[in-house]
């Protein structure tokens, strides 16, 4: 069983354009979760999904940042208009279950965006 | 937001037992303790979960207080790829199925 995968691993964009950061999450699992981690800061929750639904996205920034899971593909993290601090790791995990049931989240690579 | 409280770091020799303790004492009685590590420059891994009962896999075991106040994560023989920062986590409550990373514990593996 393939694990969470995340691509590309490494993004490059100059300020101003759009990042597209796509995760593909475990076989079987239908929720989705996006953190970011800021260079030497913690992880930070951004967004919960379920199979074309948006559950919690308490920590995504109000504008410039949207997410989607469609019924079919990847989960697509999407940065519109890129400024140097949204410089970041961010990373997707997935469950089969929800985690106040017990459900263990798997965590793919990361995606390693630079803004120059 | 459940809280926990974890030590900034430790340090462990290679192939000795490691102790990481965490306190959690507004936990609930619905919430999940789970642990999860992050390796420098990799993503996050879980490493393991309870409720009320030990638990064991075969990547660790996790000791829980009769009370659910703390728990410790016990690694019994450390080796250098156990060097990471490890995060005690709950679960429940509002969070809903998002995980909230404190600070955790940072382990240095001494050959």
């Known amino acids: 069983n393939a694990g969470v995968m995340q691509n590309p691993r490494h993004l490059v964009r100059r300020r101003g354009q759009e990042a597209r950061l796509r995760c593909s999450p475990m076989k079987g699992h239908s929720h989705v979760y996006w953190y970011r981690q800021l260079p030497e800061e913690g992880l930070k929750f951004m967004v919960y999904l379920q199979k074309e639904n948006i559950i919690d996205e308490s920590g995504m920034p109000k504008e410039r940042f949207s997410a989607e899971f469609p019924k079919e593909g990847p989960s697509i993290l999407r940065i519109q208009q890129v400024v140097r601090g949204d410089s970041a790791a961010y990373f997707c995990?997935?469950?089969?279950?929800?985690?106040?049931?017990?459900?263990?989240?798997?965590f793919g690579p990361g995606t390693r965006l630079t803004v120059l | 937001d459940a809280k926990t409280t974890q030590p900034n770091s430790m340090e462990s020799n290679e192939e000795e037992p490691v102790h990481l303790p965490c306190n959690h004492s507004?936990?609930?009685?619905?919430?999940?303790i789970h642990w999860y590590r992050q390796l420098p420059s990799q993503g996050p891994e879980y490493v393991i979960h309870g409720l009320t009962s030990n638990v064991n896999n075969r990547m660790a075991s996790l000791a829980i207080a009769e009370d659910r106040k703390s728990s410790t994560l016990i690694l019994h023989r450390a080796t250098l790829r156990d060097a990471a920062v490890y995060y005690c986590i709950l679960s429940g409550g509002d969070q809903g199925g998002k995980l909230i990373f404190g600070q955790g514990t940072e382990l240095s593996v001494k050959p």
């Open positions: 507004t936990i609930s009685g619905t919430d999940y």
């Open positions: 995990a997935s469950s089969h279950r929800v985690l106040d049931r017990g459900g263990e989240q798997f």
